[in-house]
C-alpha cells in the first residue's frame, strides 16, 4: 500500500502545458516576423539612400579639391561613378566607383532631373571647383529611394535625397511630420 509518503514526484511537463508553451511562442513568432521585415526593409532603404548621398557628397568635395568638373553618374541598379570631365594628370577619368548591390528586386530608385523626370536610364550631375551642379536640364537633382510594402495596409517606405542650386546634398524622409527635423 502506498503512502502519502512513498509517492514520488516526476518532473515534467503536461500536454496542457506544453502546448500552451507552443501557442504562446507562435504569438509571439506571428507579432514579431512581420516587425522584423520592416526593419529590415527600413535598413535596406537608409543604407542604400546614404551610400547615394555619400557618393554626391564625394563628387562636390572632388571638384573643390581638384579644381575641376567632376561628374556624379548614377545608373538604375544603384551603381555610380565619381569622375572627371576633362582628364589630366591630376583628374582621372573614375575618381571612386560604387557597385549597386544594395539595390535589390524590393527596392526602387526614381530620379528626379532638374526639368523633368526619369525612372530609367543613367543620371548624371557635373560639380564645378566651386562645389555648384550644372544648371543643365538633364542635371540629376533628386534621389527617391522605395522599398516595397511589406504589410499591404502600411505604406511603401522611402528616402529622399536632394541636391540645392548650390551643391548642397541633403538626405530626408518624405513621409515624416511636418515638426520632424528628418522631414522634406
Known sequence: MLTKHSRTRQAGLTLVEFMTSIGIVAVLAGVAVPNFASWQANARVRSSADIIHAGLRLARSEAVVRNSNVIFTLQPNGSWNVGCESVTS????????????????????AVTQLNADS????S???????????AAPTSLRRVEVTAA?????????????????????????PDATGGSPTSC
Open 124 to 134: 548624371s550631375v557635373s560639380f564645378n571647383s566651386r562645389g555648384a551642379p550644372d
Open 90 to 109: 591630376n583628374c582621372p577619368a573614375t575618381i571612386h566607383t560604387r557597385p549597386g548591390t544594395e539595390i535589390r528586386g524590393d527596392l526602387s530608385l
Open 119 to 122: 525612372s530609367s536610364g543613367t
Open 149 to 173: 510594402a511589406i504589410v499591404p495596409s502600411a505604406p511603401a517606405r522611402r528616402l529622399r535625397i536632394t541636391l540645392s542650386s548650390f551643391g548642397q546634398t541633403r538626405l530626408c524622409d
